[in-house]
């Protein structure tokens, strides 16, 4: 019987799509797993899809053992692959700052293949392809580019006036300068200087035509001049511009200033803005802190890096990353410039680092941990590392495997760093089972401390309530950040007076459902950017014989396929029967479901409907609100021959009655994405048969949407007290050591970190506990602000407060022969803003001066700390703090 159901679904989908049952879908997942880990290569082409059609094909085939529920259910099916989610309005360009994972998944060409055969692409769209780049310079790394960089291309002196053109990064300068000639019709034989342009009105020469862009750190929106030779040999440009020599990036890069030039006056040393390459203001905040860091400061300005220079280590960037920032530094510390573009150290990161050598957003902790360990192993003093092995504490004391412990890393590292920002960990792991005690010394360059902070966030909502003539209310509620769907609508409860049972809640998105949730549904699957409705319903979530029905609002404009018309206003939840209920009554309580924004029209009149057809269901029909589809549905047979149409027995018709009533619109079943059709309903008096999961399209002429649907006094609706109100949450202001203290505190390792005891032979999830045994003279502290799930990202705003000087960290210290521990604060990188769409600075003490600056990229600042005795009180949200020792140095 399933089998017959399936096969009538496919005599209504659009062409090119496949339901026919276990065993095709069953191939589908097989053909695509055998071809999805498909790996990079270089010059291959991959395909971008909508993250949530994916998803859904994924339910549909059972690609994830663990989630095989809905394998072959109607209602999952995918229709028409539609990526018009992922560009811009009216547009064919994709949006900006789209993440991997979350808005779209990437495809090999092969498997594109496979699902354009089985699926199709939706009308007018076209497939969204990118070239797999290798964007290492050293070593490969391959990436997906994903962004074209778009350049503004303009010829002097009429430098305002520019050409937006994309290019890759693989592409080099010389494509570029032949797209120049090309715009501004420049002859071959002439010669032309090709200059950056910031905002300052700054140039910089771009000399070396051979390098990429990505080489030269060239970024959107970036001007780009060209500067046309004189026919006597001249050039337009004076050329009092002053020159400087760039040895890291291999070439000498000429730049003067239309105006005030960055460098043409003298400044204090140190007060040195760095300019934002595009993106980099992570870097920029990690380096304005370490140039602040007085050891550091000398050590690279004296030039005692170069007797250090460790070119042969195999761990190491052959100096690179030493020498390129050594003389970032030098020029920050000159005096001679206001700002200063890190174009060539990111260079050199980059090329180390490939992470780092796109120009999207990072984490500046990431940043500062390359930083730390590339120049450590650029400067490591030891030429080649002996191999030590590793002991055991075995019931030896604490001092003598510390100690032990400190040796031996020693004698393979031994750099500036370590002397400077390296200290110890005492991490002590118990077995549950047998006890079994294991006691290890780690070397560490910083504190990732975490934040004792309440687990709650806000969710804004809006409630759509059973009666028609009240608009929908938008409400803002607390809930716990790892709870589930119904810990919300009993918080929404308490606001609105409805039982949480009487509700559900789903994730509206272009007009129809994303997601319907279900109470134990995870609230991480909320993000802030969603649209959240709940829906009151008129008996309890899961009463038996109802079901929940999702109704979209469809206008049709052409019938060549199914693929015709567009969604329009918000879909909303009925609570219907499963049996009993005919076309006419279905008809009338959408209609009235409706009837606040719906305009007077000549229509045959339609009695209102009886609430009886809700609550007067047999109690004999299963409960089907929280059950998956019913696999002993009515007698569907095929339609062939003599036999009647699998869905004519259930009041359901592929085609309708084209002879019944003008209605306001026709009423189709459809799968959860409303581009695949199930089957028309039919007008004929037979009551309809619905199952567990039902989605339905109302579809509208043109004519009569425009006569009929209101739409603004559809998508009106009033704010409840709650949502006036910004925080609900009462501003937590935590204190350095209540984060010392859970860092130190016992924990039991989760299920995916399970530690393998030795004794027991198995993995299991002991405690751990960690202590601080020694500090470095130099103290780097992270607060751990971030945090990711499948589904969420998200960022810790709570405040720490924490001394500017005589931070004192003796009592954390377990060693019984410490050294002084007291530090003063010397550098602070923030992050401003939520995950994405974020931006770091520093604060920073100079060393000549003693006073503070907030740097902010290109900008410096003088800030007075004298009225600000905790960083708290400032406008910032901390992300790592640097503080050295008052008293003397660290030595173990």
């Known amino acids: 019987m399933l089998k017959a159901y399936f096969f009538a679904f496919k005599t209504d989908m659009a062409e090119g799509t496949t339901a026919s049952g276990m065993s095709e879908t069953t191939s589908e997942c097989s053909q695509i797993k055998d071809l999805i880990d498909h790996p990079l290569s270089d010059g291959d082409t991959w395909y971008l899809i909508d993250i949530h059609w994916f998803n859904l094909w994924k339910k549909y085939v059972g690609f994830d053992k663990w989630d095989c529920s809905n394998m072959g259910d109607p209602t999952c099916h995918p229709g028409n692959i539609?990526?018009?989610?992922?560009?811009?309005?009216?547009?064919?360009?994709?949006?900006?700052?789209?993440?991997?994972?979350?808005?779209?998944?990437?495809?090999?060409?092969?498997?594109?293949?496979?699902?354009?055969?089985?699926?199709?692409?939706?009308?007018?769209?076209?497939?969204?392809?990118?070239?797999?780049?290798?964007?290492?310079?050293?070593?490969?790394?391959?990436?997906?580019?994903?962004?074209?960089?778009?350049?503004?291309?303009?010829?002097?002196?009429?430098?305002?006036?520019?050409?937006?053109?994309?290019?890759?990064?693989?592409?080099?300068?010389?494509?570029?300068?032949?797209?120049?000639?090309?715009?501004?019709?420049?002859?071959?034989?002439?010669?032309?200087?090709?200059?950056?342009?910031?905002?300052?009105?700054t140039y910089e020469e771009l000399p070396m035509k051979k390098q990429s862009i990505q080489e030269l750190s060239l970024m959107s929106n970036q001007t780009l001049v060209a500067e046309v030779q004189n026919d006597d040999g001249t050039w337009p440009r004076k050329s009092s511009y002053s020159k400087r020599s760039n040895a890291v990036v291999g070439y000498s890069s000429n730049r003067y200033s239309d105006g005030d030039s960055s460098s043409s006056r003298s400044v204090q040393p140190g007060l040195c803005g760095l300019n934002n390459l595009g993106n980099t203001?992570?870097?920029?905040?990690?380096?304005?802190?370490?140039?602040?860091?007085?050891?550091?400061?000398?050590?690279?300005?004296?030039?005692?890096?170069?007797?250090?220079?460790?070119?042969?280590?195999?761990?190491?960037?052959?100096?690179?990353?030493?020498?390129?920032?050594?003389?970032?530094?030098?020029?920050?510390?000159?005096?001679?410039?206001?700002?200063?573009?890190?174009?060539?150290?990111?260079?050199?990161?980059?090329?180390?680092?490939?992470?780092?050598?796109?120009?999207?957003?990072?984490?500046?902790?990431?940043?500062?941990?390359?930083?730390?360990?590339?120049?450590?192993?650029?400067?490591?003093?030891?030429?080649?590392?002996?191999?030590?092995?590793?002991?055991?504490?075995?019931?030896?004391?604490?001092?003598?495997?510390?100690?032990?412990?400190?040796?031996?890393?020693?004698?393979?590292?031994?750099?500036?760093?370590?002397?400077?920002?390296?200290?110890?960990?005492?991490?002590?792991?118990?077995?549950?089972?047998?006890?079994?005690?294991?006691?290890?010394?780690?070397?560490?360059?910083?504190?990732?401390?975490?934040?004792?902070?309440?687990?709650?966030?806000?969710?804004?909502?809006?409630?759509?309530?059973?009666?028609?003539?009240?608009?929908?209310?938008?409400?803002?509620?607390?809930?716990?950040?790892?709870?589930?769907?119904?810990?919300?609508?009993?918080?929404?409860?308490?606001?609105?007076?409805?039982?949480?049972?009487?509700?559900?809640?789903?994730?509206?998105?272009?007009?129809?459902?994303?997601?319907?949730?279900?109470?134990?549904?995870?609230?991480?699957?909320?993000?802030?950017?969603?649209?959240?409705?709940?829906?009151?319903?008129?008996?309890?979530?899961?009463?038996?014989?109802?079901?929940?029905?999702?109704?979209?609002?469809?206008?049709?404009?052409?019938?060549?396929?199914?693929?015709?018309?567009?969604?329009?206003?918000?879909?909303?939840?009925?609570?219907?029967?499963?049996?009993?209920?005919?076309?006419?009554?279905?008809?009338?309580?959408?209609?009235?479901?409706?009837?606040?924004?719906?305009?007077?029209?000549?229509?045959?009149?339609?009695?209102?409907?009886?609430?009886?057809?809700?609550?007067?269901?047999?109690?004999?029909i299963p409960n089907s609100c929280e059950s998956e589809m019913d696999t002993e549905e009515a007698d569907l047979s095929l339609e062939n021959g003599n036999e009647a149409h699998p869905m004519e027995t259930n009041g359901i018709d592929p085609v309708a009655n084209q002879s019944q009533p003008k209605r306001l619109f026709t009423m189709d079943l459809v799968n959860v994405s409303g581009n695949s059709s199930l089957g028309k309903l039919k007008q004929n008096g037979k009551p309809i048969t619905l199952s567990a999961k039902n989605f339905l399209t109302c579809e509208w002429e043109p004519a009569v949407k425009e006569a009929s649907y209101d739409a603004e006094a559809a998508e009106d609706y009033n704010e409840d007290a709650s949502s006036q109100q910004k925080v609900n949450v009462k501003k937590q202001v935590l204190q350095l050591k209540e984060c010392l203290e859970v860092f130190t505190s016992v924990e039991r390792l989760g299920a995916d970190d399970a530690w393998y005891c030795p004794s027991c032979k198995n993995h299991v999830r002991a405690t751990k506990k960690f202590d601080l045994w020694s500090l470095p003279e130099v103290l780097v502290i992270h607060l751990k602000r971030f945090s990711y799930t499948r589904s969420l990202r998200d960022k810790l705003d709570t405040l720490v407060e924490f001394p500017t000087r005589g931070l004192n960290m003796a009592p954390y210290i377990i060693d019984p022969n410490p050294t002084d521990a007291v530090y003063d604060l010397i550098g602070v990188c923030n992050h401003y803003g939520g995950l994405g769409g974020g931006h770091y600075t520093a604060y920073a003490k100079n060393k000549d001066d003693g006073s503070w600056y907030y740097f902010d990229d290109s900008s410096v600042v003088s800030l007075n700390l004298a009225r600000t005795p905790s960083v708290r009180k400032l406008p910032m949200s901390c992300s790592i703090f640097v503080g050295t020792k008052i008293v003397g140095g660290w030595k173990m």
Request: charged share 25%.
């Open 281 to 620: 203001c992570f870097m920029n905040s990690v380096l304005q802190c370490m140039s602040n860091t007085p050891p550091i400061q000398r050590y690279f300005l004296e030039e005692r890096h170069w007797a250090e220079l460790n070119k042969e280590n195999p761990l190491g960037n052959q100096g690179e990353i030493a020498k390129a920032f050594a003389e970032l530094l030098k020029a920050m510390w000159s005096g001679h410039h206001h700002s200063f573009p890190p174009r060539a150290f990111k260079l050199q990161v980059g090329r180390f680092a490939p992470q780092f050598s796109e120009y999207q957003q990072h984490d500046s902790q990431e940043l500062l941990t390359f930083l730390l360990d590339g120049l450590h192993e650029d400067l490591n003093r030891i030429l080649k590392k002996p191999y030590i092995e590793l002991k055991d504490a075995d019931g030896r004391s604490d001092e003598e495997v510390a100690r032990e412990g400190w040796e031996n890393y020693r004698k393979r590292n031994d750099s500036v760093i370590v002397d400077l920002f390296h200290g110890m960990l005492k991490s002590t792991l118990v077995c549950p089972e047998c006890n079994k005690v294991s006691v290890t010394f780690d070397p560490t360059c910083y504190l990732s401390l975490p934040m004792p902070v309440k687990k709650e966030r806000p969710v804004e909502l809006y409630l759509a309530r059973l009666d028609p003539e009240v608009k929908a209310m938008r409400y803002r509620v607390i809930v716990p950040k790892m709870g589930t769907i119904l810990d919300l609508t009993e918080a929404l409860s308490k606001l609105c007076g409805i039982p949480a049972d009487h509700m559900i809640v789903a994730d509206v998105h272009q007009h129809k459902f994303h997601q319907v949730f279900t109470n134990e549904s995870s609230i991480s699957q909320i993000s802030e950017r969603d649209v959240i409705y709940a829906y009151e319903l008129r008996s309890k979530l899961g009463t038996p014989g109802t079901c929940c029905m999702s109704v979209y609002l469809k206008e049709v404009k052409t019938r060549n396929n199914y693929g015709y018309g567009s969604m329009f206003g918000v879909p909303f939840i009925l609570q219907v029967p499963r049996e009993g209920m005919d076309y006419d009554e279905l008809y009338r309580l959408i209609v009235a479901r409706m009837k606040r924004y719906l305009r007077t029209v000549n229509e045959d009149p339609v009695p209102p409907i009886s609430a009886d057809v809700i609550t007067n269901v047999p109690s004999s």
């Open 82 to 201: 539609d990526n018009s989610v992922l560009l811009k309005e009216n547009s064919k360009e994709l949006k900006e700052h789209l993440t991997e994972d979350i808005d779209f998944a990437m495809v090999p060409e092969p498997v594109w293949q496979l699902l354009i055969q089985w699926y199709q692409l939706a009308p007018e769209q076209e497939p969204i392809a990118r070239k797999v780049v290798d964007h290492g310079m050293l070593t490969s790394y391959l990436r997906v580019e994903i962004y074209l960089t778009e350049l503004k291309l303009a010829k002097y002196p009429e430098v305002e006036k520019t050409h937006l053109k994309k290019f890759s990064k693989r592409e080099t300068l010389e494509h570029v300068e032949k797209a120049l000639r090309d715009i501004f019709k420049i002859p071959e034989n002439t010669n032309i200087h090709l200059w950056t342009k910031s905002s300052n009105q």
